[in-house]
């Protein structure tokens, strides 16, 4: 499974996974749970009792990164935004207004601060008066952070 991710990746993988599985073994679907949400990913339960079943009820760190891996295939962050921004898009015109989405980002879910809205919105090259391409606006905001190494 390493070819299909960074090594960065794993290691923040192994960390995690070692964290909540201490035995070296993932032995329950709760586990699992935590470990995957904890990565950032939302898999449902259905999805996560499948996995789970797959791999016999216990689960090595091998097998943790298969199910990483189907995972990511499965669940596509950016396009379930977009989607999420055509739902209200009502005039279906691709845009949504700078302030509008400054409130949606400081309101709604995980939420941002001021500061880290204006540094993706300066990243983005977003006014704050100005009208936004959503598409746009999430390929650059959803974009994975530049490795230097």
Not at 30 to 56: C, H, W
Not at 98 to 106: E, F, G, P, T
């Amino acid at each position: 499974m390493a070819r299909y991710f960074k090594e960065q990746d794993i290691d923040e993988f192994r960390e995690c996974f070692f964290l909540f599985a201490r035995s070296g073994h993932i032995k329950s679907l709760d586990e699992l749970t935590v470990i995957m949400r904890s990565l950032g990913l939302s898999p449902t339960i259905n999805e996560l009792a499948g996995y789970f079943k797959q791999k016999g009820g216990k689960m090595s760190f091998p097998d943790f990164l298969e199910v990483m891996h189907i995972h990511s295939r499965v669940e596509n962050l950016p396009k379930e935004i977009v989607d999420a921004f055509k739902a209200a898009d009502m005039e279906k015109r691709g845009v949504t207004s700078a302030k509008h989405l400054r409130h949606l980002l400081q309101n709604w879910g995980e939420r941002l601060s001021s500061k880290e809205v204006d540094r993706i919105f300066r990243e983005a090259n977003v006014n704050n008066n100005s009208m936004v391409k959503y598409e746009d606006f999430v390929k650059i905001a959803c974009a994975p952070i530049p490795d230097y190494y």
